[in-house]
């Protein structure tokens, strides 16, 4: 019984993205402290802000500025108003400010018109940044898919910018966006209104880890469980982290897991694992339990769909790889098939093949989905000039090419040779 609700206690931290990115809110460092310090100022100075949270899905963004809305609203429940847009609903800039007014209406129990025009909502919007500033009540903004906003005539943003220009509004805008260039998508007019701040979401470091791992593994001692098996549970849970946290084979397994995907929520996926196959009999996790884990994380479908494909194909595949690695942005079958001729000419291989037999490889590729178009607005061109894009990682075709004991040295050597590892 003890077991069952420990067990489930582990499972609803590991499904909670809050209570998970809350391990690092102690951390003056954290963009957890960072992101509270801007928006405390901003409330306190009575000041416009705006920032921009970069990092890869999965890195705890939307999680950070969830937790850090939170803490301040319980600090300052009447100086806040939220207001939340996604790009991948709001994108259109009618639509967009529309929702602003409607949700700006719903927090301020206003009448809100769903027949107004898009004139008359970016008003509303500019006259509520004004009556916010009188009261001394922030409006904080979170445009989440923030790179979405910035393609077409960027009209939102210009308005929501330049409005927060004037010293009566009072506003913090939070841009979050997976692509790291964001703010270079922004028109120039936009561009000059901007804060330009940036908070990046790194790969968690090996105390960040540790942190993480103390935090969600070990079990209080007022939830309703007998304290004799919560402080076993505890004692093991930290003889195993100093086996863990120094063991090189849980290294290896930490590094793989992160060269993967360095987002946090990855290694969560992880933990959530190692926790599931928790012995209901012992009711203890054990460093087998992150091994066993750990190789049901390396069974990738792509990596065992490569194990049927030709050492020409793995030479396309490998080519692909290689311009997307020297930041070729758009690159087609005549693109691959110069690098693959120049690989042949700098390594004399053997391995030289025609071009029509390259294009039939080309082609299995493609049926494959191991390989895709990068869009369809090029469906009636030839298939040898269509901009391609790889659909598999670089650690899945390594490890693909690794499996194959048929596979040629070069291939290896060349991953080796551009750090692929």
Known sequence: MDTEKALALLRSRLYDPNYVHATFKSSEESNYCKLKFLIMNSISDSCNNSILLLGPRGSGKVAVVDLVLEDLKTQHPDSISVIRLNGLLHSDDNFALKEIARQLCLDHQLLFSKMASSDDNAGFMIDMLKECGLSHKSIIFVLDEFDLFAQGKQRL???????MQTVSSQAVVIGVSCRLDADQLLEKRVRSRF????????PPSREDVRRLLEHILYLPKDIGLLSKYVAEFNSKIQYNLQDILNDKKFQEILDSILFIDGAINNLVQFLFRAVSSMSLESGLLSLENFKGSHLCYQRQPKTQIL????????????????????????????????????????YKTSDNYRDSVCLRAFEHLLERELIGFVDNKGRNLSIEIQPVKLLISPHELYLGLKSRSSCPAILQKLFDH???R
């Open 157 to 163: 943003l210009y308005s929501l910018l330049d409005a």
């Open 195 to 202: 804060s330009h701040r940036k908070l990046l979401f790194v």
């Open 307 to 346: 194990e049927g494909v030709s050492i020409l194909e793995l030479y396309i595949l490998v080519c692909m790889n290689r311009l997307e690695c020297k930041e070729q942005n758009s690159y087609n079958f005549n693109s691959v098939m110069k690098e693959y001729k120049a690989i042949h000419e700098a």
């Open 418 to 420: 551009e750090s692929f």
